[in-house]
């Protein structure tokens, strides 16, 4: 597992980078989706993309700040860029689509193979493989018991967010699946109330999984 120490401290060139590398890749993304996945419907509104592109640029910011130069920082960039995208499409469509979840599991565990080549800790890779494992399986029980609360979509999500979350540690996975629950418990009674019309059911879980991650990431020593 990473600690803060362990990372080290990271310097306000390697930040800044981050940040301004989030948010030259948030629209990158974004015009992507579009090109890729039609069926997405258009680009969003420009207050949107603005919203979105400051959202990923404070994230990869945030992991930068947290990692340092470890070789894990550019999965954990790659988790704060397509995060914020999956957690956009999932508040506004209610759809958390599979070629970007498969995307951020197939490319994350690449990356993670990579930081061993480059002097990456290898128990904690495999660690990861099986926090994902471990995560998914999860949130498929609980869905089966479940149907109305927990969809597909959340349990293919839980695949690559345990692989995450696995690369940091075993309690980091219990927390994270505790904190999505807790995180989308509050969302949840946000929107409700907002909009009464709603039932809690048809409020996205997927937002809140990915904001336990990056708690999770940040907060964890």
């Known amino acids: 597992m990473i600690s803060w120490g362990e990372a080290g401290s990271a310097g306000p060139l390697l930040v800044a980078g981050a940040a301004l590398l989030g948010l030259i890749l948030s629209p990158v993304a974004e015009w992507l989706i579009f090109r890729l996945l039609p069926r997405l419907g258009g680009l969003p509104a420009r207050r949107t993309r603005i919203t979105t592109a400051i959202v990923t640029g404070t994230a990869c910011a945030a992991f930068a700040l947290r990692f340092g ?43 993670f193979i990579v930081s061993i080549l480059t002097g990456g800790p290898w128990p904690d890779v495999l660690r990861a493989v099986a926090g994902g494992t471990i995560l998914a399986v999860f949130y498929l029980i609980l869905a089966i018991i479940s149907p109305g609360a927990i969809g597909m979509g959340d349990v293919k ?4 967010l345990g692989l995450y979350l696995g690369y940091l540690g075993w309690s980091q996975v219990l927390y994270g699946a505790l904190l999505g629950f807790v995180l989308n418990g509050i969302f949840t009674l946000f929107v409700v109330l907002k909009n009464r019309p709603l039932k809690p059911s048809e409020v996205a879980h997927g937002p809140s999984m990915l904001a336990s991650v990056l708690c999770i990431s940040l907060l964890s020593s």
């Open 69 to 111: 130069s470890d070789s894990a920082l550019p999965a954990f960039i790659l988790m704060g860029v397509l995060g914020v995208q999956l957690a956009r499409i999932d508040i506004s469509l209610h759809l958390l689509p599979n070629p970007l979840v498969l995307l951020l599991l197939l490319a994350g565990a690449g990356l």
């Open 157 to 160: 999500l839980a695949g690559p």
